[in-house]
């Protein structure tokens, strides 16, 4: 395997034993051969190992044995203690997804404070069979269909093309000692039961399968491939981005064959799962919405719009007659005094300071708010307003008002009031303008 594992090197990453290296190290099977395979090739690491406290004083235990392989190898070795069951309690989360949030942050890191290259870990063929089940059990799409990278990023995984049996057997013949994770034996996580069962009879009834699974992944990552050229093509002709996020063309998406499968690929990365919602809002009523734990699609006419999810609701800021700036959220207002009132332009507005009570008021605009539209006789409410100026739902929102006590006197960046038109003779003018921080 050592022969293998060199040529595997040399040809996949032949930089590797160039560069200083973080080698991820539990104290299991799989990670002590490849400590001990990177030692006899001479490739510069240090062992990074995290002690997650989950078994008590075998936790303490295995921090310990990492602290001898250290000495015995050579290698800095360095330690993290993380309270585990604390951090998936305060996130809501499983054991093993604060296991694994806790680590990676730890190791880039470290990665990052010992000049190191990359991380190491010690995945191997069957881990990448066995998350393959895992995905394909939740109905993954085809990036969750090709297993465990090779290479994502700054993190490497050498033992990937090696089986567990060829990985247990260089430890058994090289004399390889390591320690062995109890929890492993229990078929209380999904992984553990097709490690300790499914996989065992796939391999049985078919000997040859990781070597062909190996196979079909490659097939999986060029038609992968293959799908990220067809999205980058037509993604000019579909998505456009604007201020506030992305803007989906719905007619144009209509036309290309697949659009099903097409907006998957749009937007998977923005952590939605319901997919059949997403596909209805292409035929839905202007409002309707979609959420994620981060992002939201709106549909408004003929786009879906995508943006952050956030509270749209902000606290009103006071505005005082000496104030020369104010920051609003992704607006900044700006006063000066000012001669004479310019030609209409949307982004200002100027008033007569002897008409204007202070402090002012600039808040979120309300159902039921309305004004006097400057230039129009008699008031309108600002929902109609919207309306009539074809606002789209995310203008809605983030639209405030200028407003004089309980008088709007400006839909800021859009219409001043007609009753706050700067009468012949006013002396003492002042001028608000509105631009995006």
Request: with cysteine; charged share 25%.
């Given at each position: 395997?050592?022969?293998?594992?060199?040529?595997?090197?040399?040809?996949?990453?032949?930089?590797?034993?160039?560069?200083?290296?973080?080698?991820?190290?539990?104290?299991?099977?799989?990670?002590?051969v490849l400590a001990h395979l990177l030692h006899a090739l001479k490739y510069p690491v240090i062992l990074a190992h995290c002690n997650f406290k989950l078994r008590g004083v075998e936790s303490d235990k295995d921090a310990l044995f990492i602290e001898k392989l250290g000495k015995k190898l050579n290698n800095r070795v360095f330690i993290q203690n993380f309270d585990t069951l604390f951090f998936?309690?305060?996130?809501?989360?499983?054991?093993?997804?604060?296991?694994?949030?806790?680590?990676?942050?730890?190791?880039?890191?470290?990665?990052?404070?010992?000049?190191?290259?990359?991380?190491?870990?010690?995945?191997?063929?069957?881990?990448?069979?066995?998350?393959?089940?895992?995905?394909?059990?939740?109905?993954?799409?085809?990036?969750?269909?090709?297993?465990?990278?090779?290479?994502?990023?700054?993190?490497?995984?050498?033992?990937?093309?090696?089986?567990?049996?060829?990985?247990?057997?260089?430890?058994?013949?090289?004399?390889?000692?390591?320690?062995?994770?109890?929890?492993?034996?229990?078929?209380?996580?999904?992984?553990?039961?097709?490690?300790?069962?499914?996989?065992?009879?796939?391999?049985?009834?078919?000997?040859?399968?990781?070597?062909?699974?190996?196979?079909?992944?490659?097939?999986?990552?060029?038609?992968?491939?293959?799908?990220?050229?067809?999205?980058?093509?037509?993604?000019?002709?579909?998505?456009?981005?604007?201020?506030?996020?992305?803007?989906?063309?719905?007619?144009?998406?209509?036309?290309?064959?697949?659009?099903?499968?097409?907006?998957?690929?749009?937007?998977?990365?923005?952590?939605?799962?319901?997919?059949?919602?997403?596909?209805?809002?292409?035929?839905?009523?202007?409002?309707?919405?979609?959420?994620?734990?981060?992002?939201?699609?709106?549909?408004?006419?003929?786009?879906?719009?995508?943006?952050?999810?956030?509270?749209?609701?902000?606290?009103?800021?006071?505005?005082?007659?000496?104030?020369?700036?104010?920051?609003?959220?992704?607006?900044?207002?700006?006063?000066?005094?000012?001669?004479?009132?310019?030609?209409?332009?949307?982004?200002?507005?100027?008033?007569?300071?002897?008409?204007?009570?202070?402090?002012?008021?600039?808040?979120?605009?309300?159902?039921?708010?309305?004004?006097?539209?400057?230039?129009?006789?008699?008031?309108?409410?600002?929902?109609?307003?919207?309306?009539?100026?074809?606002?789209?739902?995310?203008?809605?929102?983030?639209?405030?008002?200028?407003?004089?006590?309980?008088?709007?006197?400006?839909?800021?960046?859009?219409?001043?009031?007609?009753?706050?038109?700067?009468?012949?003779?006013?002396?003492?003018?002042?001028?608000?303008?509105?631009?995006?921080?």
């Amino acid at each position: 395997m050592l022969k293998a594992f060199r040529n595997h090197l040399e040809n996949q990453f032949p930089n590797l034993k160039k560069s200083l290296s973080i080698l991820a190290i539990s104290g299991g099977v799989d990670s002590m051969v490849l400590a001990h395979l990177l030692h006899a090739l001479k490739y510069p690491v240090i062992l990074a190992h995290c002690n997650f406290k989950l078994r008590g004083v075998e936790s303490d235990k295995d921090a310990l044995f990492i602290e001898k392989l250290g000495k015995k190898l050579n290698n800095r070795v360095f330690i993290q203690n993380f309270d585990t069951l604390f951090f998936a309690s305060d996130h809501k989360i499983s054991t093993q997804m604060a296991a694994r949030e806790l680590r990676y942050p730890w190791f880039e890191e470290l990665r990052q404070d010992q000049d190191a290259q990359y991380i190491l870990t010690a995945h191997h063929a069957n881990d990448a069979l066995e998350t393959f089940l895992i995905n394909l059990s939740r109905g993954s799409g085809i990036d969750g269909l090709q297993g465990i990278p090779e290479q994502n990023g700054p993190i490497l995984r050498p033992l990937l093309p090696f089986s567990r049996e060829q990985i247990a057997d260089y430890a058994e013949k090289n004399n390889i000692q390591w320690r062995e994770d109890a929890s492993n034996n229990t078929d209380h996580y999904l992984r553990n039961h097709f490690r300790h069962h499914a996989v065992p009879e796939l391999l049985k009834a078919a000997p040859n399968l990781l070597n062909a699974f190996s196979t079909s992944l490659k097939h999986l990552q060029s038609s992968s491939a293959l799908v990220e050229d067809y999205i980058s093509f037509i993604y000019p002709k579909v998505v456009t981005q604007t201020f506030d996020g992305f803007r989906l063309n719905i007619e144009q998406l209509k036309q290309l064959p697949h659009t099903a499968a097409v907006l998957y690929e749009l937007l998977k990365n923005f952590g939605f799962t319901a997919w059949d919602d997403i596909y209805e809002l292409l035929n839905a009523q202007s409002g309707k919405i979609v959420s994620s734990s981060t992002h939201r699609l709106v549909k408004d006419r003929d786009f879906l719009l995508l943006t952050l999810l956030q509270n749209q609701k902000t606290p009103p800021v006071l505005v005082h007659e000496d104030d020369n700036m104010l920051n609003l959220d992704e607006f900044v207002l700006r006063m000066e005094y000012v001669e004479k009132a310019d030609d209409f332009d949307p982004k200002s507005a100027v008033f007569d300071v002897e008409q204007l009570n202070f402090p002012l008021t600039v808040r979120n605009w309300e159902e039921g708010d309305y004004f006097y539209p400057f230039g129009m006789q008699g008031k309108k409410k600002l929902s109609k307003y919207f309306k009539d100026e074809k606002f789209s739902i995310l203008d809605k929102e983030k639209t405030k008002v200028l407003c004089n006590g309980n008088e709007i006197i400006w839909v800021m960046g859009h219409r001043s009031d007609e009753r706050y038109r700067v009468p012949e003779g006013s002396k003492k003018l002042l001028k608000f303008t509105v631009s995006r921080t």
